[in-house]
């Protein structure tokens, strides 16, 4: 009966295939207790607002396979109500195991959980986007509109995005803007170029291009855009690599030093390491591991890469290993995890940098096998 669960919530959620749907509808015609569960399913009331969602699979490596062994799967379209859905599925499933003279064994914890489980304590509270300039000082690029003196220049922000104009007397030397956790923003270059960036991402830059070459450099993940400019190549200083590019745009991601990624959407881009040039073609990936020095090049996905900038992350086939270096960055916790074989388990979906941090750990819970608990430091662990 697990299985039709499954699929009901599927039908629901709208991602259930052709084969699958035409299967349970047959079930639900023939099977009177079925049935009753649709009907009593279907008609749990759905949120009415158009809130973030999320949709994930889980898998664990099966000891005696390569391949993943799919374990269990719940997709919830709804999730910023998450636990209210959930609870009125839960309660449909705990009429049906009542009248088959089952018990609801395990399910039943979800409806349970909020109010049993620990919250972490409200320690990481985020900063805000600071801009420390070439002479030492700091300026808070939090509100929402303001112009800020530089001398006799001007910078503007609005919408989470800085911009200005270059002049002869703006400040010599190299500034750099650093984005929080959870947060993201855009940064116009005295070019025209746009770098947009990722949460507990850096830019360093100055504000005029006055060499040859127009040079920045990115820790974390940034989507840029480069202006054309004729005899002034653009580069991009990475961990480890350089990008020279020519009017493009490209996504590039160096969280982690030893796999760095460069994703190009149009144009043509030159990734460097040392003597050695790796040229990218639009739809291809540079992968590049500092402790092998090796580059992979291969398509990428552009949902995968991309959909950071409306506050999405894609995962397909992350292990718990992956997600647990991304969670701090979109939620400010520290993770550990403690069960080394927990960090093998295999996910795939998406998750909103919007919803509450709990939902999504309880849906992680109710996805597969892991577990979850704060210690009194409010570090999240997996178990």
Same mark, same amino acid.
């Given at each position: 009966?697990?299985?039709?669960?499954?699929?009901?919530?599927?039908?629901?959620? $709208?991602? %259930?295939?052709?084969?699958?749907?035409?299967?349970?509808?047959?079930?639900?015609?023939?099977?009177?207790?079925?049935?009753?569960?649709?009907?009593?399913?279907?008609?749990?009331?759905?949120?009415?607002?158009?809130?973030?969602?999320?949709?994930? #699979?889980?898998?664990?490596?099966?000891?005696?396979?390569?391949?993943?062994?799919?374990?269990?799967?719940?997709?919830?379209?709804?999730?910023?109500?998450?636990?209210?859905?959930?609870?009125?599925?839960?309660?449909?499933?705990?009429?049906?195991?009542?009248?088959? $003279?089952?018990?609801?064994?395990?399910?039943?914890?979800?409806?349970?959980?909020?109010?049993?489980?620990?919250?972490?304590?409200?320690?990481?509270?985020?900063?805000?986007?600071?801009?420390?300039?070439?002479?030492?000082?700091?300026?808070?690029?939090?509100?929402?509109?303001?112009?800020?003196?530089?001398?006799?220049?001007?910078?503007?922000?609005?919408?989470?995005?800085?911009?200005?104009?270059?002049?002869?007397?703006?400040?010599?030397? %190299?500034?750099?803007?650093?984005?929080?956790?959870?947060?993201?923003?855009?940064?116009?270059?005295?070019? $025209?170029?746009?770098?947009?960036?990722?949460?507990?991402?850096?830019?360093?830059?100055?504000?005029?291009?006055?060499?040859?070459?127009?040079?920045?450099?990115?820790?974390?993940?940034?989507?840029?855009?480069?202006?054309?400019?004729?005899?002034?190549?653009?580069?991009?200083?990475?961990?480890?690599?350089?990008?020279?590019?020519?009017?493009?745009?490209?996504?590039?991601?160096?969280?982690?030093?030893?796999?760095?990624?460069?994703?190009?959407?149009?144009?043509?881009?030159?990734?460097?390491?040392?003597?050695?040039?790796?040229?990218?073609?639009? $739809?291809?990936?540079?992968?590049?591991?500092?402790?092998?020095?090796?580059?992979?090049?291969?398509?990428?996905?552009?949902?995968?890469?991309?959909?950071?900038?409306?506050?999405?992350?894609?995962?397909?086939?992350?292990?718990?290993?992956?997600?647990?270096?991304?969670?701090?960055?979109?939620?400010?916790?520290?993770?550990?995890?403690?069960?080394?074989?927990?960090?093998?388990?295999?996910?795939?979906?998406?998750?909103?940098?919007?919803?509450?941090?709990?939902?999504?750990?309880?849906?992680?819970?109710?996805? #597969?096998?892991?577990?979850?608990?704060?210690?009194?430091?409010?570090?999240?662990?997996?178990?």
């Amino acid at each position: 009966m697990e299985k039709v669960y499954q699929l009901m919530t599927e039908k629901l959620a $709208g991602i %259930i295939s052709a084969a699958d749907e035409a299967l349970l509808d047959e079930l639900i015609e023939e099977d009177e207790q079925v049935r009753d569960l649709w009907e009593e399913i279907r008609l749990t009331p759905k949120p009415v607002n158009n809130k973030p969602w999320l949709d994930i #699979s889980s898998f664990a490596f099966n000891s005696t396979a390569d391949e993943p062994e799919k374990v269990y799967r719940l997709p919830l379209q709804w999730v910023a109500a998450a636990l209210f859905l959930i609870a009125g599925c839960i309660g449909a499933w705990m009429t049906w195991r009542h009248r088959s $003279g089952r018990q609801p064994a395990t399910i039943a914890t979800a409806a349970t959980a909020t109010s049993s489980l620990p919250v972490p304590a409200e320690n990481y509270h985020l900063s805000n986007t600071q801009l420390q300039l070439a002479d030492g000082r700091t300026i808070d690029l939090s509100t929402s509109q303001q112009a800020i003196s530089i001398g006799s220049n001007q910078l503007h922000t609005r919408h989470k995005s800085l911009t200005y104009t270059a002049s002869p007397d703006m400040p010599a030397g %190299i500034n750099r803007i650093t984005v929080p956790i959870a947060s993201d923003y855009k940064v116009t270059l005295s070019d $025209g170029s746009v770098v947009w960036l990722n949460s507990a991402s850096t830019l360093q830059f100055p504000f005029s291009f006055s060499s040859a070459s127009r040079e920045i450099t990115i820790q974390g993940e940034a989507f840029i855009t480069i202006a054309p400019l004729a005899g002034k190549p653009f580069i991009v200083h990475l961990p480890g690599s350089t990008i020279q590019v020519l009017g493009t745009s490209f996504n590039l991601n160096s969280y982690d030093k030893n796999h760095i990624r460069v994703s190009l959407v149009n144009g043509a881009v030159n990734m460097q390491l040392g003597k050695k040039t790796i040229p990218l073609k639009p $739809g291809q990936q540079a992968v590049y591991k500092e402790t092998s020095e090796a580059v992979t090049v291969r398509p990428f996905d552009a949902d995968d890469e991309l959909s950071w900038r409306e506050g999405i992350y894609h995962f397909s086939n992350a292990s718990l290993d992956e997600l647990s270096k991304v969670i701090p960055r979109w939620f400010g916790v520290t993770v550990v995890i403690d069960n080394p074989k927990a960090a093998n388990t295999i996910f795939s979906g998406r998750m909103s940098r919007d919803i509450p941090l709990m939902d999504l750990l309880l849906v992680l819970k109710e996805t #597969s096998a892991v577990d979850f608990y704060f210690s009194a430091d409010s570090t999240l662990h997996f178990k």
